[in-house]
C-alpha cells in the first residue's frame, strides 16, 4: 500500500510539470522554428558538400553503406552506423544532409528549450531566450558542414 502511494505521488508529481506545458510553449517552439528557418533554412538550396563531407561521401560512393560502418569502426562505431542508416535515406544529397542537419539543430534547440521549462516552469522567457542564443550562437559556424556536424 505505501509502495503504490509513492508511485501515485511520483506520477501526479511528473503529470504536474508536463502540465506546465501549454499554447506559450507551442508559440515559443513555433518562434524557435521560424527562427531558425530565417537563419538557416532560407540557405539550404544553396549550400552542398564542404569539408570533412567530402571523404564520407567518396567512402558511401565507392564502398557502399558497409563501407561507413569499416570506415568509422575503430574510432566511432555508433557513428558509422548512424551514417550508414542515413546514407541509405538520403544518398548523395546535399540537400538531404543539410535538412538532416537543420532538424538536427531545431531538435536540439527545442530539448533545450524544454529542458529549462522543466527545470524553471515559471521562467518561459528565460527558457525561450536561452533557446534562441544557442541556436543564433555564432561560435559555431559551421551548420553547413552538415555530414560532419550532425
Known sequence: MIAESGS???R???TQRSSHFDRGD????GSILAVAILVYGLWIPWLGFYWDD???IWVYSDLGKAGLTRYFAAE???AGLMYEFLASLLGTSPIGWQVVAFLVRFASTVTLYIALRILWPPRREIAW???IMILLYPGFSEQAIALNFL
Open 54 to 56: 567530402w571523404p564520407v
Open 12 to 14: 501526479n508529481s511528473i
Open 26 to 29: 507551442l508559440i515559443a517552439i
Open 76 to 78: 566511432r562505431p555508433v
Open 8 to 10: 501515485q505521488e511520483s
Open 129 to 131: 531566450l536561452t533557446a
